[in-house]
Nanobody, 125 residues
Framework: QVQLVESGGGLVQAGGSLRLSCAAS????????????MGWYRQAPGKQRELVAT???????NYADSVKGRFTISRDNAKNTVYLQMNSLKPEDTAVYYC???????????????WGQGTQVTVSS
């Protein structure tokens, strides 16, 4: 019913920056009623998916210790979009980054968790 489309990944040298975006939209005949928490997760080869950062619809944020002070999560509720500004990137930040959102399509539907398809971030040393 809802799709999350990520963009902004790529290849960058260590110390560089990237900005990821993730836009939520309803598929055919589906409109988004509201979006609760949104977030970014990542998965490196051979590792489990891990939380990077989350943001509530009240703009409360939470970060993994490994990215605190380097990454900033934000959202634009009018555009149903969440962003991840990544600065001072390190080779260990290399992973596929996934967008996550809890979405209601009606007042009575309840929040359902959706995931994006993932975008590759590669940091070279």
């Amino acid at each position: 019913q809802v799709q999350l489309v990520e963009s902004g990944g790529g290849l960058v040298q260590a110390g560089g920056s990237l900005r990821l975006s993730c836009a939520a939209s309803g598929r055919i005949f589906t409109r988004i009623f509201s979006i609760g928490a949104m977030g970014w997760y990542r998965q490196a080869p051979g590792k489990q998916r891990e939380l990077v950062a989350t943001i509530t619809n009240g703009d409360n944020t939470n970060y993994a210790d490994s990215v605190k002070g380097r990454f900033t999560i934000s959202r634009d509720n009018a555009k149903n979009t969440v962003y991840l500004q990544m600065n001072s990137l390190k080779p260990e930040d290399t992973a596929v980054y996934y967008c996550n959102a809890w979405v209601e399509v009606s007042r009575s539907s309840g929040a359902i968790e959706y995931w994006g398809q993932g975008t590759q971030v590669t940091v070279s040393s």
